[in-house]
Nanobody, 121 residues
Framework: QVQLVESGGGSVQAGWSLRLSCAAA????????MAWFRQAPGKERERVAR???????SVADSVKGRFSISRDNARNTLYLQMNSLEPEDSGMYYC???????????????WGQGTQVTVSS
């Protein structure tokens, strides 16, 4: 199995950028579908972006054009580049992974502990 540790969150002003990282250990991350989710207080968990083991990417409509997902297989690390941040982007961001095939929704077996992102107006 794989262990995931997120980092890079923080408090920023609207319009600023952050890059989140998810370090994977215990397995080769290149064989996994990986994704970023976020959850704001009182709201349901939302899938932000996903990248398959073949490097196909998809991004939620709410962040399209502002966020991008990528992976560095040599470093066994997943990234989420977040530009033009808005207060609505605030929440706890989680890294998730599932071996080989991307789940349709939230059905990822492996999750990180989360990193907090707060965007002020």
């Amino acid at each position: 199995q794989v262990q995931l540790v997120e980092s890079g969150g923080g408090s920023v002003q609207a319009g600023w950028s952050l890059r989140l990282s998810c370090a994977a250990a215990g397995d080769t991350a290149s064989t996994y579908c990986m994704a970023w989710f976020r959850q704001a207080p009182g709201k349901e968990r939302e899938r932000v972006a996903r990248i398959s083991s073949s490097a196909y990417t998809s991004v939620a409509d709410s962040v399209k054009g502002r966020f991008s997902i990528s992976r560095d297989n040599a470093r066994n690390t997943l990234y989420l580049q977040m530009n033009s941040l808005e207060p609505e982007d605030s929440g706890m961001y989680y890294c998730a992974a599932e071996r080989l095939v991307c789940p349709v929704g939230n059905g990822f077996r492996f999750w990180g502990q989360g990193t907090q992102v707060t965007v002020s107006s």
